[in-house]
């Protein structure tokens, strides 16, 4: 892949890593102020970790799904 994409796709992720944090902190803030408690900036940060991989696997899933390669049941996707 040349550089240039390379860069591109970089700093897209950059970006939408960095709108996932921010609203992740935004419903973190609602939720401790409702619940009187404080959260850190690591909590936010490792919150954000999690919710980005997750997206990653359902994308991975999602791309498999597209290529007709997974049969889903109702509690597990298994290929046939």
């Not at 796709?9 to 803030?29: A, C, E, F, P």
């Not at 498999?64 to 290929?79: E, I, N």
Request: proline share 4%; aromatic share 8%.
């Amino acid at each position: 892949m040349p550089e240039a994409i390379e860069s591109a796709d970089s700093q897209m992720n950059d970006r939408l890593k960095s709108t996932l944090w921010y609203h992740i902190g935004q419903l973190v803030d609602e939720e401790t102020i409702n619940l009187g408690v404080n959260a850190t900036p690591q909590y936010i940060g490792s919150l954000t970790e999690l919710v980005w991989a997750q997206i990653g696997t359902l994308l991975g899933v999602c791309q498999t799904w597209r290529f007709g390669t997974l049969t889903v049941s109702r509690h597990h996707c298994y290929r046939p």
